[in-house]
């Protein structure tokens, strides 16, 4: 007997020494031990998982185990890991899995999953994955909310062998929210990227903001103010969501958006100091507290507009704990402030995802506000040419008429749907073949030897819509843009009286050079 109880040692030794492994005849050989016996023993030993078997044809060759032991493997991983039996129920629990629970072993050893009632893995999906579990393991991502926040765990579901023999699984539940997050706030930056390049001139960006940071931090209360410059003082343009606005209307007696802070001076005073600067980074205010360097209380926040029992009375039954304030800034000017709020408990997760879009948002606005000073730009230019009293017209780059001044079609008859490009203007204005193709070459001529910015006068005999022939000077000055800004005056009488003169002097000659009768 004791031969037979040192027999598990020695195969174990024999294989030490056989890494490619060994058939049940070598070791009993090796050994020195019948070959019944070392089948009984190494069939025990797989089942406790200290050797290895692998079939070579018809052989079957035996190693060591090369496996973590249980033990260390629950006591330094950093997963979550259950234990199940055959039965379902709970036999090993991890520390890391009791303090993520908040539940001792004691509380949890016997039962199933759903009489545990866990998060995470007593949810129906985790135990359909656990109850079709066969021979091999599954791998599925779970997804849990609590305290108003999604939380990922990855869930790895392992047949698993105990040392009698008894089939059970084993859980292994990895931690992959911020994993989740990030690949989610990346394609929330992707998208909302793309959305504000796309966003109508007409919609309202302020609104939209205050969406997409309600989309990106869904227990958040939002409020967007933008500044007014000229007047230096924050309107609140959006809030978000429904209920936290109906709730602030109900106890201040009026809707919010649209109210006028003036808060500027509040803000680039003691205690804030405020520079465009500063309103950049990510602020917290812990609200309801003494001003300080990151405390405030919601009646300096509102600039002292509504009664400080008012402001007692928001805070207290919106359970307003903190506020989160950020600057929408581009380049040293102030567009507004976005500002998000949370209970007490709550914290903000995805600063950094919610700081890159507050930058981007302020880009987009930074660039409607240039392109509407630009609209207000050509719009006034375009009055100007309109109010001309001399005829002009705008053609761009590539030969289109952009824009006919009303004393243009006044003169010449011709609206921007009779001439949208410049092939339409000279066939209409130079019917006759040849005198289209010298009016044309005389452009191109002129356009050769003049610089940008040099004007470039030619008289033109016109074809007008009416159908009458008119003497126009042309003056075209090429912009920088690559614009023609063109001017055109009617010569038809000066051009005439110029024709009797010529006429009339030819006459005189001709009356001088005859001899007298």
Known sequence: ???????????????????????????????GVTRNSVSKHLEIMQIAGKVDVRNVGNAKLYSLAQRVPMSAFLCF?????????????????????????????DDL?????????????????AIAVVEGLEREQVITDLRYRSNGTDLFYQMQAIPTTFDDGEKGCTLVLEDITEQKRYVRNMEFLARTAMELV??????????????????????ARVIVHSFDEVNRQMILRAMEDSR?????????????????FP???????????YTPERFVPLREFILNQEPGEDGVSFYDLCAGIFPR??????????????????????????????????????????????????????????RRQTEERLRRSEHRFREVIDSSPSAAALIDADGRYTFLNRRFTDLFGYTLSDIPAGR???????????????????????????????????????????????????????????????TYEDVTEERRAYQMLVDEIAELRRQLASPPE
């Open 263 to 273: 808060i500027t001076d509040l803000l680039s005073s003691a205690p804030f100091n």
């Open 77 to 105: 991983t950093k997963n979550l890991i259950l234990i199940l039996d055959s039965a379902g129920r709970i036999v090993q629990v991890n520390d890391r899995c009791q303090q993520a629970l908040r539940r001792s072993k």
């Open 244 to 260: 936290f606005r109906e709730d602030a209307k109900r106890i201040v007696g009026r809707d919010l958006p649209g109210t006028v």
């Open 109 to 125: 050893l016997g039962l199933t999953l759903e009489e545990a009632a866990l998060p995470v893995v007593s949810t129906p999906e």
């Open 309 to 366: 029992d008012v402001c007692d009375i928001v805070v207290r039954e919106l359970n307003l704990g903190k506020m989160y304030g950020i600057g929408l800034v581009w380049q040293d000017q102030v567009f507004g402030i976005a500002s998000i709020f949370f209970t007490p408990q709550e914290e903000l997760n995805d600063r950094k995802a919610f700081e890159s879009f507050i930058r981007q948002a302020s880009i987009a606005i930074a």
């Open 424 to 486: 339409e203007w000279f066939k209409k204005a130079f019917p006759d073949d040849h005198a289209r193709k010298e009016a044309i070459a005389a452009w191109k001529s002129d356009l050769a030897e003049v610089g940008r910015g040099e004007m470039r006068p030619r008289t033109f005999a016109v074809r007008c819509k009416s159908g009458g022939e008119k003497a126009f000077l042309f003056r075209p000055v090429e912009l920088c843009d690559g614009t023609h800004y063109v």
């Open 198 to 219: 796309d966003l109508p001139a007409e919609a309202d960006i302020y609104w939209y903001i205050a969406d997409r940071i309600r989309e990106l931090v869904p227990e």
């Open 1 to 31: 007997m004791p031969e037979d109880d040192d027999t598990p040692t020695r195969i174990l030794r024999a294989l030490r020494f056989r890494p490619k492994g060994m058939t049940i005849t070598e070791v009993a050989k090796r050994i």
